[in-house]
């Protein structure tokens, strides 16, 4: 199961495709108005799979969902993937310190207690298989200011806490991982709503001695947490951004930032 694809650029779509190419059946949901709006039924037509809408904040939407899965795959299945994020708040520019916190809960709800949500719903239906995968896409700004990231960061450490704690109560109960992945600043559709990305993508190069990492690449990686040989992995938060987390400043940085010309700086 793979929430939030929505078109090419969407890590979810790039998930789908790899894990079609690996041998998996999917099953593709989003809500109604995304599904509208993307293209997702082109990548359903070329991963013979079903889309099945569903508004990840609704636990009865959640309800049909998993129901019609299983029922599409005559049983339980083996992973599911949240990439799942929007706010209300940084989509309208509203600052940080002057929040809107009705639109602050719209987007812990979306971005984060939906991954909550999916799970309780799936365990409550015992619909994922004993050492089963559940994997949701995170970002560094749980760990680390990243200003004009708003109230995502919020977000994306709450989604991190609910990983490890419904990771010990599946991981427990079924042997069931979950994990977060960090992934590098990526032009998705959603990531450009960020205001700055496109500088940001051009500073996590320059500071990440791999470079960033790309779409395609983190599909590969979740791949390697969907299959077995990451049995033993779970309550994680991974990152997967070429070293960017680990490195406090770069001689690219140094030389671009100390030594360059005001054209090389800008």
């Not at 690996?22 to 949901?29: F, N, S």
């Not at 004993?130 to 680390?144: E, K, P, T």
């Not at 109560?169 to 998705?188: A, C, D, F, H, Y």
């Not at 990686?221 to 070429?242: A, P």
Request: proline residues 2%; aromatic residues 8%; charged residues 25%.
């Amino acid at each position: 199961m793979i929430f939030g694809a929505l078109n090419e650029q969407s890590i979810a779509w790039k998930v789908a495709e790899r894990a079609v190419e690996e041998g998996a059946e999917i099953v593709l949901t989003n809500t109604a108005v995304s599904i509208r709006m993307g293209t997702i039924n082109q990548l359903a037509d070329k991963c013979n799979a079903i889309v099945i809408p569903a508004d990840a904040s609704s636990v009865a939407d959640l309800e049909n969902l998993i129901d019609k899965t299983m029922e599409h795959f005559g049983g339980k299945f083996d992973f599911m993937l949240h990439s799942i994020g929007m706010s209300p708040n940084v989509r309208k520019g509203v600052p940080y310190d002057d929040l809107n916190y009705d639109f602050l809960s719209k987007t812990l709800d979306i971005s984060a207690i939906s991954f909550h949500k999916a799970m309780k719903v799936a365990r409550a239906k015992d619909a994922i298989n004993d050492w089963g995968s559940i994997v949701a896409l995170s970002y560094q700004a749980a760990q680390r200011t990243v200003c004009e990231y708003g109230d995502m960061a919020d977000a994306k450490a709450l989604l991190e806490s609910i990983a490890r704690s419904f990771g010990y109560i599946l991981g427990r109960e079924k042997k069931i991982r979950v994990n977060t992945v960090s992934q590098s600043p990526t032009m998705t559709t959603a990531g450009s709503g960020v205001k700055g990305l496109g500088d940001l993508l051009g500073y996590a190069e320059r500071m990440s001695p791999l470079g960033n990492a790309s779409a395609d690449d983190c599909a590969d990686y979740i791949m390697t947490l969907f299959s077995d040989y990451t049995r033993k992995v779970t309550m994680q938060n991974l990152f997967h951004d070429g070293g960017f987390s680990s490195t406090g400043i770069s001689h690219e940085i140094i030389d671009i930032y100390f030594k360059g010309t005001a054209d090389e700086r800008k």
